[in-house]
């Protein structure tokens, strides 16, 4: 059973980065027929992907974040990571990350995790 | 973009009633359309990918339809736990997209 976990500072002064990891468990992200998401979804409000990378380390940004965004793989660690720089209060909220395959964004998910914008 | 539009935004249901959720896609997305549901403080679960498929686990009452621009979602006799919120999301193209969801509630 795969399973992913989010993990990252829940407090981030604007401004500053926020970064975040997601672990894997139970499978691989060297396996070339899944890619990897990030996805955000503010309180009460609906869900917003912000971008995937696959195991080869090609990337696809949403273009409203693109000029702020950064992510990652480090497959040795079956890890993948997000960096979003100079955040503000509108960058406030859960972080998820999943896993895409043939025909699908999200066939396994992370529980979450909160992240706060504020001084 | 391909914008995702779902409708309704919200509705109201009785136990046993027969739920229908629309999604609409501002360009043909094929059949790369899933559909998830989403409880109160919990992740997403994909309920169906592909537009009709069901993933192992998920109720035989859950069905969905549809290709291109237009897909739905059915719930044939809605049980207590499946009030909850539900969005579509293409994968056709990126940026990938998800509808505004509906929440379904007890009427």
């Known amino acids: 059973q795969v399973q992913l976990q989010e993990s990252g500072p829940g407090l981030v002064k604007p401004s500053q980065t926020l970064s975040l990891t997601c672990s894997i468990s139970g499978g691989s992200l060297n396996n070339n027929n899944y890619y990897w998401n990030w996805i955000r979804q503010p309180a009460g409000k609906g869900l917003e992907w912000i971008g995937l990378?696959?195991?080869?380390?090609?990337?696809k940004y949403n273009p409203s974040l693109r000029s702020r965004l950064t992510i990652s793989i480090d497959s040795s660690k079956s890890q993948f990571s997000l960096e979003l720089t100079s955040v503000t209060a509108a960058d406030t909220a859960v972080y998820y990350c999943a896993r895409g395959g043939w025909n699908t964004a999200g066939d396994y998910w992370g529980q979450g995790t909160l992240v706060t914008v504020s001084s | 973009d391909i914008q995702m539009t779902q409708s309704p935004s919200s509705l109201s249901a009785s136990l046993g009633d027969r739920v229908t959720i629309t999604c609409r896609a501002s360009?043909?997305?094929?059949?790369?359309l899933s559909w998830y549901q989403q409880k109160p403080g919990k992740a997403p679960k994909l309920l169906i990918y592909a537009a009709s498929i069901l993933p192992s686990g998920v109720p035989s009452r859950f069905s969905g339809s549809g290709s291109g621009t237009d897909f739905t979602l059915t719930i044939s006799s809605l049980q207590l736990e499946d009030f909850a919120t539900y969005y579509c999301q293409q994968s056709s193209s990126a940026p990938l997209t998800f509808g505004g969801g509906t929440k379904v509630d007890i009427k």
């Open positions: 990378i696959y195991s080869s380390g090609r990337t």
């Open positions: 360009q043909s997305v094929g059949n790369y």
